[in-house]
């Protein structure tokens, strides 16, 4: 069964505090591992997007790596303004009508 | 980036009434959406699949009677949500991927927020 994980499901960090979000996957056809950004009552905004192992994107102080079995969105030096819900999700077949599996996701408080 | 509105964005609505939730993309054609249902502290469960001119496909466990989709154009897709019960209550979110392509991912709508009394 296709699945994604989340760890942890929350995280709690002190402005300028780095960290690293999990996502473990099993999706076998995996075309495409997806970053969100959700807002609390607000649809996700995409962050990036990663097709293969080793690839790396960046978009200001977000990081995102992949491997063949995790992936990692890592946050430097976080502000309060990063706080939200981090998803994650596989995408199950190709291009736009690939169905998304999402995780859990972890929710990100960032202390000033 | 390209855009995707819902209309509305939140309905009270009392148990037995029908509701219909729209979802738009508003600055690039989508041959396929996604309805989404989100319950407080989870994550999205996809519902249906929805294909220009064509029947919606639904995941297992999604009563297809009960959720009706409708994907009447390539900027417009169409959920309601029939004979409303309390346990529908819940955020329901539309997605479409760009025809383009570009860059490759699915754009969200802003959600609705569904409470059947």
């Known amino acids: 069964e296709d699945q994604v994980t989340q760890s942890p499901e929350a995280l709690r960090l002190q402005e300028g505090e780095s960290s690293s979000l999990n996502c473990s996957y099993t999706?076998?056809?995996?075309?495409?591992l997806f970053w969100y950004r959700q807002d609390p009552g607000k649809g996700p905004e995409f962050l990036f997007t990663?097709?293969?192992a080793g690839e790396e994107k960046e978009k200001e102080r977000l990081k995102a790596t992949l491997t063949k079995k995790e992936s990692f969105l890592h946050i430097t030096a976080p502000k309060p303004e990063d706080s939200a819900t981090y998803l994650c999700?596989?995408?199950?077949?190709?291009?736009?009508?690939?169905?998304?599996?999402f995780g859990q996701g972890t929710t990100l408080q960032v202390k000033p | 980036g390209a855009v995707v509105s819902q209309h509305p964005s939140w309905v009270i609505c009392k148990s037995g009434t029908s509701v219909k939730i729209e979802c738009r993309s508003l600055?690039?054609?989508?041959?396929?959406m996604f309805w989404y249902r989100q319950f407080p502290k989870q994550s999205l469960m996809l519902m249906a699949t929805?294909?220009?001119?064509?029947?919606?496909?639904?995941e297992q466990g999604v009563e297809k009677d009960k959720f009706l989709i409708n994907h009447a154009s390539l900027t417009l897709s169409t959920l309601t949500v029939t004979s409303a019960h309390p346990e529908d209550s819940s955020f329901y979110i539309c997605?479409?991927?760009?025809?383009?392509?570009?860059?490759?991912?699915?754009?969200f709508g802003p959600g609705t927020r569904l409470t059947v009394l």
């Open positions: 997605s479409a991927g760009s025809r383009t392509g570009s860059p490759d991912t699915q754009y």
């Open positions: 999706v076998s056809g995996l075309r495409g």
């Open positions: 990663l097709y293969s």
């Open positions: 999700a596989g995408r199950v077949g190709s291009g736009n009508t690939g169905k998304l599996i």
């Open positions: 600055d690039f054609q989508a041959t396929t």
């Open positions: 929805s294909n220009e001119g064509s029947k919606a496909t639904y």
